[in-house]
């Protein structure tokens, strides 16, 4: 049983998998110890190709870990976890109303119910008026939060997102960013969110875990304590400029470690 | 500062919107309408000079004018008529039966590997092999009537839709799959949600190679050995010299492959409005 008052637990979580063209063992993840509480919004940053996406793969259930244990508090009601994924995973075939109602029809909702139930979220993210769109009518930012929306949908103790707003243009990166926030403090979920982007993870999150190079371990846990609601203007502040400097050196150490070590033939 | 000062611009005299012409204006108007009316025109005016200068055999090619009163003359052959039904009862029977045969197979084996693995020597042999070629057999072992040409039909247009329809279940986008993985979609969900709609677009090409391939089957298969169909029709009047009522018979296959194509456009339509404009083919 997960511990009271935590909404995931991860022990000694490793991943390794076998090359598939040298036939050699490698090792993904090294060995991830992770508890974040309910409520909570953690992120995790590292250097590209650290694992950090298959971490989040196997807490979702998509790949297996090799070793350790991952637990998710059983909610009362809805799901325990739900993935918001990378740009453009909406099915292109299905309306933004459908999108969204998906998750529901997965757990065996009549249609006419599970669409009925998808509007409020579909309000919440800003899209009423949008609902018989197709994906490929919607901006980059729209298709995102269609994609919130559809996470939301299953009522998840935990959500999971996986740079979401990776392909993003700038602008429209950072209002995403301010309105998860808000839907956030809205619908009062735990999220676990994957980026490389340091201010990102910083202007988002109550922790952010920062994961080294490949083989991917945390290599630190660094607590936010800027007050919220947090605004834009919050990523020129000092606290916030000081803990983007230390992450990033902590980041870029990583990838000159990587350089050393490896072989210079 | 002195100097000549512009007057500020007059408040725009554009019209917010330009006014709509009527379909018909607007069609005159259009550079590539126009001339290809003059090209369609053009052509069958000096086909017709040149058919009744007696430059051309009009035993062989006859003229547009003859052509069309070959025309008027069958559609009220009732002999025509049956004629025709014959053909299209053909196309109908061994096209529909290698669409219901042919998706399901298709999506089958495109699902299941080893079923692909199985099957693929076997669909690309008889995808390669011209299925016309089997004619003279199917016409001993069906005869002469319908039934072979439904046959070769059949064989024409169900390799046509098959390997096509796999190919689209195999290149389904893997992250599709992982959402509904995701979402702990059923096995059936998955299938009906995801890999079904993605395969449409294939399917659909498969539809407009297997008619073109039907639609040969029938020809062909009337052409070679049968008592009834217009490629009967078409192949009495080549011996018999009547150049206007084959030209005429030739032009009825000609407009039914047509009509197909926007059918098959149709089905498209109705089943592709979520891509793009310039994505639909």
């Known amino acids: 049983m997960i511990e009271q008052g935590l909404a995931l637990s991860a022990r000694g979580v490793r991943m390794s998998y076998i090359d598939q063209s040298s036939g050699d063992r490698l090792l993904a993840i090294d060995r991830i110890d992770i508890d974040?509480?309910?409520?909570?919004?953690?992120?995790?940053?590292?250097?590209?190709?650290?694992?950090?996406?298959?971490f989040l793969k196997i807490v979702n259930g998509l790949l297996p870990s090799s070793e350790g244990t991952i637990e998710i508090a059983q909610p009362d009601h809805g799901r325990d976890h739900a993935m918001v994924f990378q740009d453009s995973s909406l099915f292109p075939w299905y309306t933004v109303l459908s999108n969204v109602a998906y998750g529901l029809i997965c757990q065996g909702v009549?249609?006419?119910?599970?669409q009925k139930r998808a509007q409020p979220l579909i309000d919440m993210v800003g899209l009423r008026g949008f609902e018989n769109k197709y994906p490929y009518q919607l901006s980059g930012g729209m298709q995102q939060r269609a994609n919130l929306a559809r996470a939301l949908t299953v009522d998840p103790e935990i959500l999971l997102m996986d740079e979401p707003f990776a392909a993003l243009d700038a602008q429209t990166r950072e209002l995403m960013q301010a309105e998860l926030l808000r839907i956030w403090s809205e619908a009062n979920k735990t999220v676990l969110f994957i980026t490389h982007q340091i201010d990102e993870a910083i202007y988002l999150s109550d922790r952010v875990l920062v994961m080294s190079a490949r083989p991917g371990r945390i290599l630190e846990d660094i607590r936010?304590?800027?007050?919220?609601?947090?605004?834009?203007?919050?990523?020129?502040?000092?606290?916030?400029?000081?803990?983007?400097?230390?992450?990033?050196?902590?980041?870029?150490?990583?990838?000159?470690?990587?350089?050393?070590?490896?072989?210079?033939a | 500062m002195s100097g000549a000062s512009t007057p500020a611009p007059a408040p725009s005299s554009l019209p917010d919107r330009l006014p709509r012409e009527p379909r018909w204006k607007a069609l005159l108007k259009s550079e590539r309408f126009v001339l290809g009316a003059i090209g369609v025109v053009g052509f069958l005016i000096l086909w017709e000079a040149l058919a009744r200068s007696g430059s051309i055999n009009v035993q062989f090619f006859a003229s547009p004018t003859m052509i069309a009163a070959a025309g008027a003359r069958e559609v009220q052959d009732p002999g025509f008529w049956s004629d025709f039904f014959i053909s299209l009862t053909e196309f109908l029977s061994g096209f529909l039966v290698a669409i219901v045969l042919g998706i399901p197979l298709g999506l089958a084996a495109g699902w299941f590997p080893k079923l692909n693995y199985a099957l693929d020597p076997w669909l690309n042999f008889f995808n390669a092999l011209p299925r016309v070629a089997l004619l003279p057999i199917l016409v001993i072992a069906f005869g002469l009537g319908i039934w072979s040409k439904i046959a070769v039909v059949f064989l024409g247009a169900f390799f046509a839709i098959v390997i096509p329809t796999v190919q689209g279940v195999r290149t389904v986008d893997r992250k599709y799959l992982d959402v509904a993985t995701s979402f702990r979609a059923s096995r059936r969900l998955l299938f009906t949600s995801v890999v079904g709609l993605a395969t449409v677009p294939f399917i659909v090409t498969g539809l407009r190679l297997g008619m073109a391939r039907a639609l040969i089957g029938v020809v062909t298969g009337e052409l070679y050995a049968a008592t009834e169909g217009l490629g009967v029709i078409i192949r009495r009047s080549a011996e018999t010299r009547q150049g206007d009522r084959m030209l005429f018979g030739v032009l009825i296959f000609t407009l039914s492959g047509i009509i197909g194509v926007e059918l098959v456009r149709a089905v498209e339509r109705r089943f592709q409005k979520w891509r793009p404009e310039g994505f639909r083919r």
């Not at chain 1, 009549?110 to 599970?114: G, L, M, T, V």
């Open chain 1, 36 to 54: 974040i509480r309910e409520g909570e919004f953690v992120s995790i940053v590292g250097p590209s190709g650290c694992g950090k996406s298959t």
């Open chain 1, 224 to 264: 936010i304590d800027l007050p919220r609601p947090r605004e834009l203007e919050i990523k020129r502040s000092p606290a916030f400029v000081e803990m983007a400097d230390h992450i990033w050196r902590l980041i870029s150490g990583q990838l000159q470690d990587d350089k050393l070590a490896s072989p210079s």
């Open chain 1, 110 to 114: 009549p249609k006419k119910e599970a």
